[in-house]
């Protein structure tokens, strides 16, 4: 089993929607979660960290709930700058990034 | 603010061929290095990480090495490439603070033929 498991994708969805992307990890250890996001070819970017009591941004909004080892993000009012593929991350201070294999949405006109 | 700077962008190398990527962060002190590669349509895969100068730990057993000669550079090292080194590789610095959030560089696109 993968430490970080994410939705499979691709998400395709039209402008103004909303898509939210599930994220899994398996060890419990784990302190730290992030949402990054990563444009094709290029390097990965953070978007969002992950508090324990959920927290927002603009549009995105990040979910965590330890006792389920689940990660959430919700992406609100979908613009086509959004498409990239989501990255899900756990870590144990800073000494062990985890990195789920991503989730790729396409936003469509 | 901090800038994470790494070289070259491309790079084209026969198998066998050896390699040197460079990494060097500016603006912090002390920061947690990473080295990853990405496949192609793949996730990341954690190389190397450090902790400090001349600290260096291995994730993934392969002809790959790292070393960090100064504070703030981190080199990713091969004698002979394989076929299946291909791929992107990105380096990354993070503080070890309460959330320690990681910081990628534009990577480094190689192709082995």
């Known amino acids: 089993r993968k430490e970080v498991e994410q939705d499979p994708g691709p998400f395709n969805v039209p402008e103004g929607a909303t898509v939210a992307f599930n994220c899994t990890y398996s060890n419990s250890a784990s302190q730290s979660f992030f949402w990054y996001r990563q444009d094709c070819r290029k390097e990965p970017k953070l978007l969002m960290s992950v508090y324990s009591s959920g927290n927002e941004d603009g549009r995105f909004t990040a979910q965590l709930n330890r006792a389920s080892q689940y990660i959430s993000l919700l992406i609100r009012d979908s613009k086509l700058s959004d498409s990239a593929t989501y990255l899900c991350?756990?870590?144990?201070?800073?000494?062990?990034?985890?990195f789920g294999p991503g989730t790729r949405l396409s936003v469509l006109p | 603010s901090q800038t994470i700077h790494q070289w070259p962008a491309t790079l084209v190398q026969p198998v066998g061929s050896p390699l040197s990527l460079e990494c060097t962060v500016e603006?912090?002190?002390?920061?947690?290095l990473y080295w990853y590669r990405q496949a192609a349509g793949r996730g990341l895969q954690l190389l190397f990480y450090s902790v400090g100068i001349g600290q260096i730990s291995s994730e993934v057993p392969q002809n790959l090495s790292a070393s960090r000669p100064q504070d703030r550079q981190f080199i990713l090292s091969s004698k002979k490439l394989l076929l299946s080194d291909s791929g992107f590789y990105l380096c990354?610095?993070?503080?070890?603070?309460?959330?320690?959030?990681?910081?990628f560089g534009p990577g480094t696109r190689l192709t082995v033929l």
């Open positions: 990354a610095w993070a503080l070890l603070s309460s959330y320690n959030e990681q910081f």
């Open positions: 991350v756990a870590s144990n201070y800073g000494q062990n990034f985890v």
């Open positions: 603006g912090t002190s002390n920061p947690n």
